[in-house]
């Protein structure tokens, strides 16, 4: 118990035990379900050693005391022989702000194997721009394996994560995503299913199609127990739930980022048509992070390879996505320096150092979907960046982008 002194004084401070109904956490926060929240003292918690702020809003009663809320979360349901799986009253959340508390809920736990698939490609980028190591040697293209491997299977991280918040199996959840990334389906064209044509879906590197997926086996599920005999649910209902949300997923859930990446190209070779390179460049490198989010990002890969076929180089993306980068670790740099915690100056650190190196994957996932203002400066930096590379004419003559990129443009 290495944090009971430090709970005993929590509690006490959030009226007791009996005050409490049930309490959970994110990434640096515990949460408090309070019967009567007259009775916390804000004041003398903050004045507690370990305590970074207290904030209190219509979600929940919330005391921020750093990355190792985990532990402190653990010990203290012991302490109120809760099981942390407690019914907490439903609030109405502005649809926009629930959907990215969803987000941000569900990459907390799998945050470890994001953070390190983002220092492992920033360590290995250094050592080919310093000449240490080949790209093409068998001890890079190994350890290389690790960082596409964790990006690769991210649904079934996200599946297993959010599957709980959503009301459905983890592990029906984690088959679903399993079977959307095996050979037979994953950016794999010509398939159909009842007689219906699918289009062309690449699963892998994304997480939106596999979100709404197990949001609607929730419904699914809670369906089939209503509707299933009680003797049969044991054997009918995981099967049921897959086929059902098997064909579902594949003709309509997975195809949204597909028509999110098509929508995204239309624009952006509108703008290019009517206004220049340079609208585009804004506009791209002001959106990435957005993108990449919604699993959108690689819709231009398509649109470079042409750029590269036909002028021998790219003017609009990579240099696009190289200054969205670098603002991205611009906007980390200032949280670890301004970060009073140890554990997240190390976190921000290293979210720094991976942009940096053109992964920007564990900054997005890990903070932009919590904090908002750095998104948002992010947005603003990268846009402003992307009109003056515009401007300038700025061309990318390998497909390179992040530090390692530089030699390229």
């Known amino acids: 118990m290495k944090y009971k002194e430090f709970n005993n004084k929590i509690i006490e401070l959030v009226g007791g035990k009996d005050n409490i109904q049930a309490v ?24 507690l050693d370990g305590v970074v702020d207290v904030v209190s809003n219509d979600v929940a009663y919330q005391i921020i005391i750093g990355t190792h809320v985990s532990e402190v979360h653990s010990e203290l349901i012991n302490m109120l022989e809760l099981s942390g799986n407690e019914e907490v009253k439903k609030v109405k ?41 080949s790209a093409e ?3 890079f293209l190994l350890l290389d394996n690790i960082r596409s491997a964790i990006f690769f299977f991210l649904p079934i ?50 997480f939106i199609p ?14 089939l127990k209503k509707v299933v005999p ?34 995204m190209s239309y624009v952006c070779l509108f703008l290019m048509d009517k206004l220049g390179n340079w609208s585009v460049i804004a506009l791209y490198a002001a959106l990435q992070p957005f993108l990449i989010m919604l699993g959108a990002g ?39 320096l301004r970060s009073k915690d140890k554990k997240q100056k190390q976190l921000f650190g290293t979210f720094s150092f991976s942009a940096l190196m053109g992964v920007t994957e564990p900054a997005i996932y890990g903070a932009f979907v919590k904090f908002r203002r750095p998104f948002i400066a992010v947005m603003i930096g ?28």
Not at 99 to 117: H, N, Q, W, Y
């Open 230 to 263: 009680q003797f049969l649910q044991y054997f009918l209902n995981p099967v049921f739930t897959l086929i059902i949300c098997l064909p579902i997923t594949l003709m309509l859930f997975g195809p949204i980022g597909a028509w999110i990446g098509d929508g």
């Open 210 to 223: 596999i979100i709404l997926a197990v949001w609607f086996m929730g419904y699914v599920q809670k369906a």
């Open 298 to 336: 690689n819709f231009i890969i398509p649109i470079v390879v042409q750029f590269h076929s036909e002028l021998g180089y790219d003017p609009i993306f990579y240099a696009a996505c190289t200054i969205s980068d670098i603002a991205v670790a611009g906007a980390m740099l200032g949280y670890f």
């Open 382 to 409: 990268g846009g402003v960046g992307g009109l003056f590379a515009g401007i300038a004419q700025v061309k990318t003559y390998a497909m390179a982008w992040g530090l390692a990129g530089l030699p390229s443009y």
């Open 93 to 133: 959340k502005n649809p926009v702000k629930a959907v990215l508390d969803l987000l941000s809920e569900s990459m907390t736990p799998i945050l470890e194997p994001i953070i390190a698939a983002g220092m492992l490609a920033g360590v290995l980028s250094l050592l080919t721009l310093t000449g240490l190591i």
């Open 157 to 206: 991280f996200m599946a297993m994560s959010c599957a709980k918040r959503l009301n459905a199996s983890p592990y029906l959840a984690v088959a679903l995503a399993a079977t959307l990334l095996s050979t037979g389906i994953n950016g794999v064209s010509g398939l159909s299913i009842f007689g219906i044509a699918l289009p062309t879906t690449t699963y892998s590197n994304s």
């Open 137 to 139: 040697s068998p001890t």
């Open 24 to 47: 959970v956490h994110c990434m640096t926060r515990l949460r408090f379900t309070l019967k009567d929240r007259s009775k916390a003292k804000g004041d003398e918690i903050r004045k």
